[in-house]
């Protein structure tokens, strides 16, 4: 009997969906583990074999789990809110919610295919009403709340407003907008209605500012920053400028150090944990005030090292800064204004990133320094960033690496106020160590410089020049999109004041529009919604929700997906707790892995939720890679030659659909079908093969060497599927794709096989096992198990595969020996023989 793994594969995959075998039980007395994949955007061009890498990895932990004795959640859903989906619709006309229905049918008939171990009774999507309903209750929650630094919590915003009509604001200790003014009891009550909304906006962890944006003029819509790659947008390629607008912000800053000490407690790789503490990027220092010369205003800066406040030679501006265009002399406005515009066009990241790449200019006035009154130039900058700190740098040349670049670039002085214990050449580079001695710099010489560091704050402090602070690198979250296809913002507008929609009225469905684009006017496409108004009066906010607002909480839903009376029982929040094992990429390191960890610490603070952490271990799967495929084109010939031939000639490589090609030999005929231009096209072959090249690239649509897991399934089967790819290597590295290698996996499951059955009959038997068979048998239990529980699943498959190699040098065909072997194969993949 052959091994028909169709027939096979289809039988049991009807059996499980008919009897839900894969149905996680909420109310049993088993331990529970929960096993969460980060849930896919469904895209048109479905599933490549690179997508189920991670799938596969949770799959066998959750197989394993099961058969362990626990209580297993391994749910799936879908991201379906995203700009793809609108780009088209854009193009076409056709809606979003088509697109996204149709496209999610071909992943889930794929999934399906590959044999997951889903419980798809709790399936989830982002652009179902009935689940961004939470989206929206949730939102609320953060506009009706304001972060309180004495209780280190989030609080209802009614607690706030209490404060204000006893006392004022003068004993708030709150993360609020730092140009928040001080006012009385009695100046509160006077307030209006406007300005109290004003005021309080001030405060709440949702809340409506101003903000330099990344504007995609081509998407119409703002991008996040992990969204712009070079100063074009990641998707599309089009060009993004910097662009200060009114947006719906999340005052994430106020979890920065909750962010930070989280990260402490949680097992998820070390690598993504120092992306997110850079992003986060705590700093200890003193804020430093220095007047502009002939004028009433200051620029202050934020410094780690006061201690070298005698080094200044210059002090530099962001290009964003408010004050640049008020200091800037008429001689110097045309440069200035032009190195602005210029500037802000690049992003914050770009420009972070870009260290080698010094620019800048003078704007013709200057500041006094603060200790001795000397004349210190004012310059523009992009290497200082409006965000992070005051959006201006005092510059010491001689002890800071930017600060030497720029000031070796234009010639500005380098005065040296620090000396290294060993020797150093400051012509050369700076010194940026807190070693050293300090000299040049009047009251602190001779110090070292944590003494010194310490001495400078004091007598910054008693000038009254400044405090010492901390500071962060993180930015609130810009949270409004100018796009359609998002969750809308429960916001409704009466007399220009934004108010939130009862939480009863949930969901505010996204409305028709007659197109997706902005008006002609350039507000967003939901303004063009025909008699949409609260009441049938007053204007909705007109944003919508970014792609990581449905993802910021999902984790949650799979636990309850169907109540329809708050965003999922608290029993059964207390039994799930939070995510046990969690796989997906490190591109989201700070994109929704920070957001989803800022909003679960929000939900703990009111007790919705009783974890800190979405999840306790975090593992970043590896990319599969595409093996590309070239043709050899003879530049100014109507030719193509064999790979062994270009060095013949002057040839241009092509990318060819890997489809074609099988051991680098392209089917010729295939390739004259494929394109125009290659129809009459004359070939030069290798003993009768065109041979191709190959190189190792990233699997995409554009190198042409997707390959989808339906061809792979429908070939080799899916165990084969799943086997290989976890055979590739290990979970976290990333590795090449190559079909060819696959028929050796697959050589495997036969001979697996032929364990079971000999010439068409079923061969196992009763009889007692050997000492041999036994010890191979114990021997593969005690290694696989212990590489499953360390995610060394390529060295699982490689122990299985030596398991079956020696039964079959045995000759085993014992029930004992052979029908224990398959549960550990059914931890690897979906197979049952029977």
């Known amino acids: ?31 529970k583990y929960y096993v969460l994949d980060m849930f896919p955007y469904p895209s048109g061009a479905g599933l490549h074999v690179g997508h189920p890498l991670g799938y596969i990895a949770s799959d066998i932990m959750a197989r394993y789990k099961r058969h362990k004795g626990f209580n297993v959640l391994h749910p799936m859903g879908y991201d379906s809110f995203g700009l793809p989906a609108e780009q088209y619709a854009i193009q076409t006309g056709q809606h979003p919610a088509v697109t996204t229905e149709q496209n999610i049918k071909r992943y889930r008939e794929q999934l399906d295919k590959i044999g997951f171990s889903f419980d798809w009774d709790r399936e989830v999507r982002t652009s ?3 689940y961004y309903k939470w989206t929206q209750w949730i939102f609320i929650q953060l506009f009706n709340s304001w972060y309180n630094k004495k209780s280190d919590k989030a609080e209802k915003i009614e607690t706030l407003i ?79 400028e910097r662009k200060l607008m009114k947006q719906w912000s999340m005052r994430i800053t106020a979890y920065a150090q909750r962010l930070l000490d989280g990260l402490d407690v949680i097992d998820w790789p070390e690598s993504l944990k120092e992306s997110q503490r850079y992003w986060i990027g705590r700093s200890e220092g003193t804020s430093l005030k220095f007047k502009i010369q ?48 210029k500037s802000k066009n690049r992003s914050e990241r770009e420009r972070q990133a870009d260290v080698t790449k010094v620019s800048g200019v003078f704007t013709g006035s200057y500041v006094e320094h603060p200790f001795t009154g000397k004349q210190i130039p004012i310059w523009v900058g992009d290497y200082v960033l409006a965000g992070y700190g005051t959006g201006a740098v005092m510059a010491v040349p001689a002890h800071d690496e930017r600060d030497f670049r720029f000031a070796t670039h234009f010639g500005l002085t380098k005065p040296q106020v620090i000396t290294p214990p060993s020797e150093h050449n400051f012509e050369e580079n700076s010194w940026d160590e807190k070693e050293g001695t300090l000299i040049n710099s009047d009251f602190l010489n001779g110090l070292n410089v944590k003494a010194a560091i310490k001495k400078a704050i004091e007598e910054i402090e008693k000038k009254n020049l400044g405090s010492g602070k901390i500071n962060y690198r993180l930015r609130d979250a810009v949270f409004g999109r100018q796009r359609y296809w998002g969750e809308p913002i429960p916001i409704y507008y009466k007399n220009g004041i934004p108010h939130a929609i009862p939480e009863n009225e949930l969901p505010l469905v996204l409305p028709e529009v007659d197109k997706f684009l902005p008006t002609e006017d350039g507000e967003p496409p939901l303004a063009r919604a025909k008699g949409w108004k609260y009441k049938n009066e007053f204007d909705y906010e007109w944003t919508t929700m970014p792609g990581w607002a449905g993802s910021s909480w999902y984790f949650l839903r799979y636990m309850d997906a169907n109540n ?54 975090l593992i970043n799967q590896g990319m599969i890679q595409g093996t590309s495929t070239m043709v050899h084109r003879v530049n100014n010939q109507n030719k193509i030659v064999s790979a062994g031939f270009k060095k013949n000639y002057d040839t241009t490589m092509i990318h060819v659909d890997v489809n074609m090609v099988d051991n680098n030999v392209v089917d010729v005929e295939a390739l004259k079908k494929w394109r125009d231009d290659f129809a009459d096209i004359e070939f030069e072959l290798e003993n009768g093969k065109l041979m191709c090249s190959t190189a190792v690239e990233k699997m995409s649509k554009r190198w042409y060497n997707v390959v989808t897991p339906d061809s792979i399934c429908e070939y080799y089967g899916a165990d084969t599927l799943r086997l290989y790819e976890m055979f590739l290597g290990p979970l976290e590295q990333s590795k090449p794709w190559n079909t060819n290698g696959i028929t050796g996996v697959s050589g495997f499951l036969k001979k697996l096989w032929r364990l079971f059955y000999a010439n068409n009959t079923f061969t196992v038997t009763d009889v007692e096992p050997t000492k041999a068979e036994l010890k191979t048998l114990h021997k593969t239990i005690k290694k696989i198990s212990e590489d499953i529980e360390r995610f060394s699943y390529n060295t699982s498959v490689s122990n299985f595969m030596i398991c079956v190699n020696e039964l079959t040098e045995q000759k085993c065909n014992k029930h004992a020996i052979i029908l224990k072997v398959l549960p550990m194969l059914n931890f690897l993949n979906s197979m049952k023989l029977i």
């Open 294 to 341: 002939n004028s009433k205003e200051s620029i202050e800066v934020f410094t780690t090292r006061p201690d070298t406040i005698f080094g200044v030679s210059f002090v530099t501006l962001a290009p964003e800064h408010a004050l640049v265009e008020k200091i800037t002399t008429a001689e110097q406005k045309a440069t200035v204004d032009e190195y602005v515009t």
């Open 128 to 130: 179902d009403p009935q």
């Open 162 to 240: 209490s404060e204000f009509e006893k006392n004022g604001n003068a004993n708030v200790d709150a993360c609020c907008d730092e140009e928040t003014k001080s006012f009385s009891a009695e100046q509160w009550k006077t307030f209006s209605e406007k300005e109290k909304s004003d005021t309080l906006m001030q405060y709440r962890i949702a809340y409506l500012g101003e903000a330099y944006v990344n504007w995609c003029p081509a998407l119409g819509t703002v991008l996040a920053n992990d969204e712009v790659k070079d100063g074009v947008s990641e998707r599309g390629g089009h060009p993004v």
């Open 564 to 617: 329809d009376k708050t965003i999922a029982d608290k029993n059964l929040m207390d039994y799930w707790q939070n995510v046990d094992l969690y796989i997906g990429g490190s591109e989201h390191a700070t994109g929704h892995l920070l957001y989803v960890r800022f909003w679960t610490k929000f939900l703990k603070d009111f007790g919705y939720i009783p974890v800190d952490e979405p999840a306790q271990k």
């Open 1 to 31: 009997m052959d091994y028909h793994f169709i027939e096979i594969e289809k039988k049991w995959q009807a059996r499980w969906a008919k009897d839900k075998t894969f149905k996680a039980d909420n109310n049993s007395s088993k331990p």
